[in-house]
């Protein structure tokens, strides 16, 4: 009996001891914090979208549409990592933009970054109604222009003073218009609910929320690049270009279909753009004056016309936006090449080939340009060609001419009166 009384004592003596540990690892805080982390919905996470390039309808579509569609059960936050330079839609859309962002249903926030990026523009003012802006080294905020919600950002544009000019990481976290974030980690980290883990002995920092990455859809993206002015202007000329090559040639071929498909593209670039109708006029007049000398292979009158007319439209084209010098040369000097040298030989060597059939313009009728001695340009049936003359006497310019060959890419020539008689006529009167 006595035993068992013992036994029992020490029994409820090993249950009151496990009972207290337990009851002091419930209570300790390391314990609390693993109540608390599990407590929460692990579902929870931060979503991410890059906009980046101009303000244009599809963009805007695709940050309304984010905003509409994020679930505030799974959503810490919506996080727009931006890099605009500009915008090209109307106020209104921007103002309904800058309603769907106060009206939120998760705390939106706007990340100027990586290093190098800018923010200009309408996008400062809806970064402003977000309430939380990050910089990242090397970027740059500001250049808002002319204020789209004045009721609410005209004081602030004043005392900031960026409306007319940009401010650099140091300038923009001094005047507390955002927080510096050199990384997006950092910036996701001033995020409320946004849980971290430091590890002690690397001192790396290391995220326990989730962060998920939205981006366009390939067709949205694509038609958001062929948007952008350099994409525009250089497809527009492409397309140009490759509709008079095709003009110049027998058939309706690759070049045809795909200079029709550049040019719409371009047109469509340009009706989303700030177009200058002026500019587009001079290019499409620049490419009317090089189609005249296409043929020749020497630069002439017409294809100083069409460079000036060129460089001028390309400088015309857009309102409010400027193409870079790399963009422009680029384009100035392939179209001038391109259009006064590669092209002829092209459509030369097209029209040389047996398919074609060359022979009807053996005994043709044309007039020299040019005085031929030996070489010059001719031409017959209203096309230009170079020429030789196979006779010693010098052909003078205005003066008629019969092709009597066809030698490689050039015509060879004889004036009509005052040429010796070709072997192959003499032959063929004996005969």
Same mark, same amino acid.
């Given at each position: 009996?006595?035993?068992?009384?013992?036994?029992?004592?020490?029994?409820?003596?090993?249950?009151?001891?496990?009972?207290?540990?337990?009851?002091?690892?419930?209570?300790?805080?390391?314990?609390?914090?693993?109540?608390?982390?599990?407590?929460?919905?692990?579902?929870?996470?931060?979503?991410?979208?890059?906009?980046?390039?101009?303000?244009?309808?599809?963009?805007?579509?695709?940050?309304?549409?984010?905003?509409?569609?994020?679930?505030?059960?799974?959503?810490?936050?919506?996080?727009?990592?931006?890099?605009?330079?500009?915008?090209?839609?109307?106020?209104?859309?921007?103002?309904?933009?800058?309603?769907?962002?106060?009206?939120?249903?998760?705390?939106?926030?706007?990340?100027?970054?990586?290093?190098?990026?800018?923010?200009?523009?309408?996008?400062?003012?809806?970064?402003?109604?977000?309430?939380? $802006?990050?910089?990242?080294?090397?970027?740059?905020?500001?250049?808002?222009?002319?204020?789209?919600?004045?009721?609410?950002?005209?004081?602030?544009?004043?005392?900031?003073?960026?409306?007319?000019?940009?401010?650099?990481?140091?300038?923009?976290?001094?005047?507390?218009?955002?927080?510096?974030?050199?990384?997006?980690?950092?910036?996701?980290?001033?995020?409320?609910?946004?849980?971290?883990?430091?590890?002690?002995?690397?001192?790396?920092?290391?995220?326990?929320?989730?962060?998920?990455?939205?981006?366009?859809?390939?067709?949205?993206?694509?038609?958001?690049?062929?948007?952008?002015?350099?994409?525009?202007?250089?497809?527009?000329?492409?397309?140009?270009?490759?509709?008079?090559?095709?003009?110049?040639?027998?058939?309706?071929?690759?070049?045809?279909?795909?200079?029709?498909?550049?040019?719409?593209?371009?047109?469509?670039?340009?009706?989303?753009?700030?177009?200058?109708?002026?500019?587009?006029?001079?290019?499409?007049?620049?490419?009317?004056?090089?189609?005249?000398?296409?043929?020749?292979?020497?630069?002439?009158?017409?294809?100083?016309?069409?460079?000036?007319?060129?460089?001028?439209?390309?400088?015309?084209?857009?309102?409010?936006?400027?193409?870079?010098?790399?963009?422009?040369?680029?384009?100035?000097?392939?179209?001038?090449?391109?259009?006064?040298?590669?092209?002829?030989?092209? $459509?030369?060597?097209?029209?040389?080939?047996?398919?074609?059939?060359?022979?009807?313009?053996?005994?043709?009728?044309?007039?020299?340009?040019?005085?031929?001695?030996?070489?010059?340009?001719?031409?017959?049936?209203?096309?230009?060609?170079?020429?030789?003359?196979?006779?010693?006497?010098?052909?003078?310019?205005?003066?008629?001419?019969?092709?009597?060959?066809?030698?490689?890419?050039?015509?060879?020539?004889?004036?009509?009166?005052?040429?010796?008689?070709?072997?192959?006529?003499?032959?063929?009167?004996?005969?």
């Amino acid at each position: 009996m006595t035993n068992i009384k013992a036994s029992k004592r020490l029994f409820l003596s090993a249950l009151f001891l496990i009972s207290s540990v337990s009851a002091l690892n419930f209570f300790s805080p390391v314990a609390l914090a693993q109540s608390t982390a599990n407590s929460k919905d692990p579902g929870r996470d931060v979503v991410v979208v890059e906009a980046s390039g101009l303000m244009d309808p599809v963009l805007v579509r695709m940050m309304e549409e984010t905003l509409m569609e994020v679930d505030p059960a799974k959503t810490i936050a919506l996080v727009f990592q931006i890099n605009i330079t500009g915008s090209v839609i109307e106020d209104s859309s921007v103002v309904a933009l800058g309603n769907a962002i106060s009206s939120s249903r998760v705390p939106v926030s706007f990340w100027v970054g990586p290093s190098g990026a800018r923010a200009k523009g309408p996008i400062v003012e809806l970064a402003f109604i977000s309430g939380d $802006i990050g910089i990242s080294p090397g970027s740059k905020i500001g250049k808002i222009g002319k204020s789209i919600f004045p009721s609410t950002n005209s004081e602030l544009h004043k005392k900031l003073q960026i409306d007319e000019k940009t401010l650099n990481y140091e300038e923009a976290i001094e005047k507390g218009i955002a927080r510096s974030s050199p990384v997006l980690l950092e910036h996701l980290v001033g995020l409320e609910g946004f849980e971290v883990i430091s590890d002690v002995e690397s001192g790396e920092i290391k995220p326990l929320t989730q962060t998920r990455f939205e981006e366009m859809n390939p067709p949205d993206q694509f038609f958001h690049s062929v948007g952008s002015p350099a994409i525009s202007y250089l497809l527009f000329l492409a397309g140009m270009g490759l509709l008079v090559f095709e003009l110049y040639t027998a058939g309706v071929g690759i070049a045809g279909v795909l200079g029709s498909l550049c040019l719409l593209l371009g047109f469509y670039g340009l009706a989303v753009l700030p177009s200058n109708p002026w500019g587009i006029a001079l290019l499409i007049f620049s490419m009317l004056s090089f189609a005249v000398d296409v043929q020749t292979g020497v630069p002439r009158f017409w294809s100083a016309v069409a460079t000036i007319s060129l460089i001028v439209g390309s400088f015309l084209l857009f309102d409010g936006l400027s193409l870079s010098w790399l963009t422009l040369l680029f384009g100035i000097l392939l179209t001038v090449i391109c259009m006064s040298a590669g092209m002829p030989a092209m $459509i030369r060597t097209r029209f040389a080939t047996p398919t074609i059939g060359r022979e009807w313009i053996i005994g043709e009728l044309g007039m020299a340009l040019e005085e031929i001695n030996p070489n010059g340009t001719v031409e017959v049936k209203g096309a230009i060609w170079k020429a030789q003359t196979n006779r010693a006497t010098p052909i003078k310019a205005n003066e008629e001419i019969r092709v009597a060959a066809v030698e490689g890419f050039q015509l060879d020539v004889e004036p009509l009166e005052g040429a010796a008689r070709d072997y192959r006529e003499r032959k063929g009167s004996k005969g």
